[in-house]
């Protein structure tokens, strides 16, 4: 199969180049070729909150309408239920798929409005439901899963943060405990490999090929190591000069605390393998998914 292969949710036309892949949910790995491709996927999920809130405003006794039609056209106050709500709610079904339920107090109207959205890269993204009522019952309703606090990113302006990058320095003892590890990860690497794999003196050809592997990996895992770090492993599979193979990356979080106490993903080791054996002895583990970022 082609690395380059990227199909449309929706319309299942093949889309050329992965930046050009639209998601709107980071709990689902599904990609769109253009906004109306996501529209038209999604709303039979955005009908069926709809015909809920008929039932669920039914069962507390109250009208459809309650008078707030003009307030949803304000798209001032769309903008702080988005951004500045009082209260999140986040729930996941039984499949892992997320929904984010805002809660923002309207006090001139002494009333709620409420939103059902997706979240991608961690900030609000497609907008399923809206209603705004005055029913605690109904707000009773719709507050269900767990209360967090706003996940909306907060990240620091660009070039700030490149600055900080700049500046960073790791702790000499973390800088050692990293080379130890990496030298106990390549250790067992040679140890396991097969003779006939890709040739240990031909790795650094492939470095190329790390930077992809995080940026758009096939697989992740998560998996504890015999010094209790929680190691996550990063698989991609390529196809070069009719040569096909595995590029696989071990990383364990680091706290960078030039940028406000943020963690950052440290890569061990990277390497290539062809061996099919190989890439089962490191694809164990705690799978976790991740979508390519636009």
Same mark, same amino acid.
């Given at each position: ?15 050329? +180049? ?7 949910? +980071? ?38 309408? *309650? ?93 700030? *943060? ?95 605390? *030039? ?36």
């Amino acid at each position: 199969m082609s690395k380059s292969l990227y199909l449309c949710t929706n319309c299942r036309k093949q889309i050329e +180049q992965a930046h050009k892949v639209l998601f709107v949910d +980071q709990s689902r790995n599904n990609g769109f070729c253009s906004e109306d491709c996501i529209v038209e996927y999604l709303t039979p999920m955005m009908e069926s909150f709809e015909n809920e809130e008929i039932v669920n405003r039914e069962t507390v006794g109250i009208n459809f309408s *309650e008078g707030f039609e003009d307030l949803f056209q304000d798209q001032a106050i769309f903008h702080q239920v988005l951004y500045n709500p009082d209260k999140i709610f986040k729930f996941k079904n039984q499949i892992g798929n997320e929904f984010y339920t805002h809660f923002f107090e309207l006090a001139e109207h002494k009333a709620t409005y409420i939103i059902i959205t997706t979240y991608y890269n961690n900030e609000p993204s497609f907008v399923y439901f809206k209603t705004i009522t005055r029913s605690k019952e109904l707000i009773n309703v719709y507050s269900v899963g767990e209360a967090i606090d706003s996940v909306v990113s907060e990240s620091l302006p660009e070039e700030i *943060e490149a600055e900080l990058e700049d500046n960073i320095s790791l702790p000499k003892e973390l800088m050692e405990d990293i080379e130890m590890k990496k030298s106990e990860y390549l250790a067992k690497l040679l140890e396991a490999r097969d003779e006939a794999d890709v040739p240990f003196e031909k790795f650094p050809d492939y470095d190329e090929y790390l930077p992809l592997v995080l940026e758009e990996p096939d697989e992740i895992y998560e998996q504890e190591d015999e010094s209790g770090d929680d190691i996550k492993v990063y698989i991609k599979s390529f196809k070069s000069n009719k040569l096909t193979f595995f590029y696989i990356v071990l990383c364990i979080e680091i706290e960078i605390k *030039e940028l406000e106490n943020q963690n950052a993903l440290m890569p061990i080791l990277g390497f290539p393998s062809q061996d099919t054996n190989l890439y089962k002895e490191y694809a164990i583990g705690n799978r976790i998914t991740e979508m390519t970022k636009n």
